[in-house]
């Protein structure tokens, strides 16, 4: 199957996929916040950012509320797209059992 193989391995992982898609539709969003939503740990959460952010998926910026620090995470253009292009393998791959 041809789908299978247009599946970036970097979104394969459920959570890295979650943190995509979430970005995609909201433009920004905390680290904080991605721990609520998803229920991982710190070091976990931790790890699919940074693989993300290596890929050149999402980008971050660092900003302090009431001195506290606040880590704020967005999808890049290069990410929009391969999710954009994981998403559609996905469909793809899918169709058939519809």
Do not use: C
Not at 33 to 43: A, I, N, P
Not at 79 to 95: D, M, S, T
Request: net charge positive; aromatic share 8%.
């Amino acid at each position: 199957m041809k789908a299978l193989t247009e599946l970036d391995p970097v979104l394969e992982h459920r959570v890295r996929l979650a943190i995509s898609v979430m970005l995609a539709k909201y433009e920004e969003i905390s680290f904080s916040r991605f721990k609520e939503q998803l229920q991982v740990t710190d070091g976990n959460l931790g790890a699919q950012l940074r693989r993300l952010e290596e890929q050149g998926y999402i980008a971050l910026r660092k900003d302090f509320v009431e001195r506290k620090p606040i880590t704020w995470y967005r999808l890049t253009a290069t990410g929009r797209e391969a999710l954009n292009k994981h998403l559609q393998a996905l469909r793809q791959l899918i169709a058939p059992v519809d």
